[in-house]
């Protein structure tokens, strides 16, 4: 089993949609979750981290399900400029600082 | 400004040479990781260090090297071992509770 795994996509939705993105990871010992955004030829950026309790930042929705080893991050009323690749990031348990990337959602708002 | 500076932005390396691709951040952070990413594809960990003098093997450590001697420096050494170097390069960086700031990345050509 890969350490992580993304839904692979690509995701077309129209404007306003809401979309989902669900990722699994292998560690039951992984510490934390992140979401990052990447534009095309440009670094990745953090989009959100990813709490226990689950976390919002205005359109966006993200949870943890730790008995799962899953997480989502859902895109609600979906806009043009959210078109860009989701990664999904995971990081090793205790003193293991090791970074593990989902291989990525592309996602494409239409108008 | 606090940040992550990659350089060269591109690279151009012939067949059988090693090329070094640099990597600085003055954000005081604790670790240091190397990714690939090669076209419509996520990141790959090369190696990734948690402290100055010490660094660990990531998926795809072979045909690179790199060393920590200084806490804000992570070069990464693209050797004539490594037969497909032709990728986009992105370092990055974080330190404990805080998430993982990338550089702008370095394309790098085999020509």
């Known amino acids: 089993r890969k350490e992580v795994e993304q839904d692979p996509g690509p995701f077309n939705v129209p404007e306003g949609a809401t979309v989902a993105f669900n990722c699994t990871y292998s560690n039951s010992a992984s510490q934390s979750f992140f979401w990052y955004r990447q534009d095309c030829r440009k670094e990745p950026k953090l989009l959100m981290s990813v709490y226990s309790s689950g976390n919002e930042d205005g359109r966006f929705t993200a949870q943890l399900n730790r008995a799962s080893q899953y997480i989502s991050l859902l895109i609600r009323d979906s806009k043009l400029s959210d078109s860009a690749t989701y990664l999904c990031v995971v990081m090793g348990g205790g003193s293991n600082y090791k970074l593990t990337f989902g291989k990525g959602t592309l996602l494409t708002v239409n108008p | 400004d606090g940040g992550i500076t990659q350089s060269p932005k591109y690279l151009f390396r012939k067949e059988g040479q090693n090329v070094t691709l640099s990597c600085e951040q003055n954000?005081?952070?604790?670790?240091m990781y190397w990714y690939r990413q090669d076209p419509g594809q996520g990141l790959r960990l090369i190696y990734y260090?948690?402290?100055?003098?010490?660094?660990q093997k990531g998926d795809i450590a072979e045909g690179y090297s790199v060393s920590r001697e200084k806490k804000e420096s992570f070069p990464l050494t693209v050797t004539s071992a490594q037969k497909n170097p032709t990728a986009f390069y992105l370092c990055?960086?974080?330190?404990?509770?805080?998430?993982?700031?990338f550089g702008q990345g370095t394309r790098l050509t085999v020509v």
């Open positions: 990055a960086s974080r330190s404990p509770q805080v998430e993982a700031f």
């Open positions: 260090s948690q402290i100055v003098n010490d660094f």
């Open positions: 954000l005081n952070h604790d670790a």
